[in-house]
Nanobody, 121 residues
Framework: QVQLVESGGGLVQPGGSLRLSCAASGSILSINTMRWDRQAPGNQRELVATITNNGETNYADSVKGRFTISRDNAKNTVYLQVNSLKPEDTAVYYC???????????????WGQGTQVTVSS
């Protein structure tokens, strides 16, 4: 069994900041890429940021310069620092881990349950 648990969402005013966390636990052998996606009401889920196990990062154009993804491999945790928030950043944020479970040969995608971020004055 593998679980990804997100935390850190909430209500914030425009221009504010939050730090999202996502901890993976369970029978994990190795984690490759971790990522954050988001989905706003009525919209498709979109990629926000990715980070490899070597620390290479990639961002959606809409968040470059405002969001920072990082990870702690010892804790199997990925973070998303979100700054200069805008109302259009309002969404449910989901974390993903592309990982290999103990006893398995292949890597597979696992998702968290999501954390709500609402940007409003």
């Amino acid at each position: 069994q593998v679980q990804l648990v997100e935390s850190g969402g909430g209500l914030v005013q425009p221009g504010g900041s939050l730090r999202l966390s996502c901890a993976a636990s369970g029978s994990i052998l190795s984690i490759n890429t971790m990522r954050w996606d988001r989905q706003a009401p009525g919209n498709q889920r979109e990629l926000v940021a990715t980070i490899t196990n070597n620390g290479e990062t990639n961002y959606a154009d809409s968040v470059k310069g405002r969001f920072t993804i990082s990870r702690d491999n010892a804790k199997n945790t990925v973070y998303l620092q979100v700054n200069s928030l805008k109302p259009e950043d309002t969404a449910v944020y989901y974390c993903n881990a592309f990982l290999r479970r103990i006893g398995e040969r292949s890597y597979n995608d696992y998702w968290g349950q999501g954390t709500q971020v609402t940007v409003s004055s």
